[in-house]
């Protein structure tokens, strides 16, 4: 128990300031989990350089390792670096038109997404038009109309004869002609990026009205999703980003790289390939997403709730000025218990679900109760015990094992542990700050 209980002070006493030991050896496993997850190795390179020049030197906040800490502002600039707050559609302001174009390359999504707003905005009250520029594909023009109708929306078409721009300019006619709010023009794509594909969405650009021109990417295509989004950004200038088909296993690495590449916001996330799987984007469970920590940042999460500062800071004095005692014991025991207590400790940490089955060494049952045990004792013991256990003698002990229900050997063998921790906390006082040993990063 002493050792568990070491464990639980290291996480109460405040650990002063990372250091650049700290902020490397986490840096390290971050840098793994953002190349893991298809994140560009230049925009990790300077990511990582620019959250290390934040957290060197910065308060690891009590109820953190140094370890958690760094991740802990690793999220925050992650978040930052994907805009910090969800961004929308923008649109025209009354009744006027707003003319949204959409791009990317063949089987990003630009249809089935292009049918997915339509849906969105419908909810929203705005009349929109959908338009079939894609004349290339085959069948292309069938699917707009077919995903159109599922949506209540129209859409216009004139077969694959004409020339996209033509059937671009045509359809705003009609939508003004008809007092639509919105007309989204679905364009077509090719396989890669190619000249004549740019050239026609330039074209269409260039003489129609577009408010708003969408890039459509594909998440599982990592990092060539991003290098499609600098090379439409440049060539036809983009307002925003859809990246789609996040319900794969893509870790989404693309988004925090797209963002960080071309400087515009993605605006929607694709999550299937039903009409109604279009979702918001929101920066802060991308970046948890892409982190892919298991559940460590809502273990951080719920120590930043759940430790009372306050008493973190009075503990941590009194155990400098060795004042340890039984009082401190329990309390420490307590801050444990509003963290959730061992088993749920433990079952968040990446690959410790506790749901797969048994943990290697500890037995967390046990734990808890032989902590209940603990806390049982100490409530018996008086008030001028707990602050001076040189008082227990034998009677007492006896006294306290009976009204805890315990026998007294758990008893002494309580207050030989407390009294082995109190020696050690005099022998190292570097255990209160400064000097730090070995531990696990999380
Ligand atoms: P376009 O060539 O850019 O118009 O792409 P499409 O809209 O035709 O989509 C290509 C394929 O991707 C289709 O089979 C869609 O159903 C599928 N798709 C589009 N968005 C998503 C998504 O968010 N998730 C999944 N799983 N599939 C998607
Ligand atoms: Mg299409």
Not at 41 to 69: H, Y
Not at 80 to 90: I, P, W
Not at 127 to 151: F, H, M, S, W
Not at 327 to 337: A, F, I, T
């Amino acid at each position: 128990l002493s050792e568990k209980l070491q464990n639980v002070f290291r996480n109460l006493r405040s650990k002063g300031r990372l250091t650049e030991d700290d902020v490397k050896a986490a840096l390290k496993e971050v840098k793994m989990a953002l190349l893991e997850a298809d994140v560009n190795f230049k925009v990790v390179k300077q990511f990582t350089k620019s959250v290390q020049e934040r957290a060197i030197g910065q308060d690891v906040m009590n109820g953190l390792n140094p370890g958690q800490m760094v991740i802990k502002i690793v999220n925050e600039e992650m978040v930052k670096l994907m805009g910090s707050e969800t961004t929308e559609l923008a649109f025209r302001p009354g009744k006027e038109l707003t003319v949204i174009m959409m791009v990317g390359l063949q089987g990003a999504g630009k249809t089935t997404t292009t049918a997915k707003i339509a849906g969105k905005l419908k909810l929203k009250g705005k009349k929109t038009l959908l338009a079939a520029c894609d004349v290339y594909r085959p069948a292309a023009i069938e699917q707009l109309q077919i995903n159109g109708e599922k949506q209540g929306v129209e859409v216009f078409t004139m077969g694959d004869k004409n020339k996209p721009v033509n059937i671009a300019k045509a359809a705003v006619e009609h939508a003004r002609k008809n007092e639509f709010n919105v007309l989204i023009i679905d364009t077509a794509g090719r396989l890669h990026v190619d000249e004549d594909m740019m050239a026609e969405l330039e074209e269409i650009k260039e003489q129609v009205d577009v408010f708003q021109t969408v890039l459509v990417v594909d998440a599982m295509t990592g990092q060539d999703a991003v290098n499609v989004a600098g090379t439409f950004d440049e060539k036809i200038g983009i307002d925003g980003v859809i990246l789609t088909k996040l319900d794969g296993d893509t870790r989404g690495g693309a988004a925090l790289s797209i963002r960080a590449v071309t400087g515009k916001p993605i605006l929607y996330v694709g999550m299937g390939e039903k009409l109604s799987d279009l979702e918001q984007f929101y920066p802060d469970r991308m970046a948890s997403r892409i982190l892919g920590m298991g559940d460590v940042l809502s273990m951080i999460e719920k120590a930043q709730e759940n430790i009372d500062e306050e008493k973190a800071k009075e503990l941590e004095q009194k155990m400098r000025k060795n004042e340890f005692d039984f009082d401190m014991y329990l309390e420490s025991m307590s801050q444990m218990r509003k963290m959730g207590g061992f088993s749920s400790l433990l079952g968040m940490l990446p690959g410790m679900g506790l749901g797969n089955g048994k943990m290697p060494d500890i037995d967390t049952d046990e734990a808890e109760k032989s902590l209940a045990r603990t806390e049982a004792i100490i409530h018996s013991m008086t008030k001028k015990e707990r602050t001076n256990p040189s008082l227990l003698n034998p009677s007492r002990k006896q006294r306290i094992a009976k009204g805890a229900g315990v026998d007294i050997s758990e008893v002494n063998r309580l207050v030989k542990q407390f009294e082995q921790m109190k020696k050690m906390m005099k022998k190292m006082p570097g255990m209160m700050g400064g000097k730090r040993g070995k531990r696990g990063m999380f």
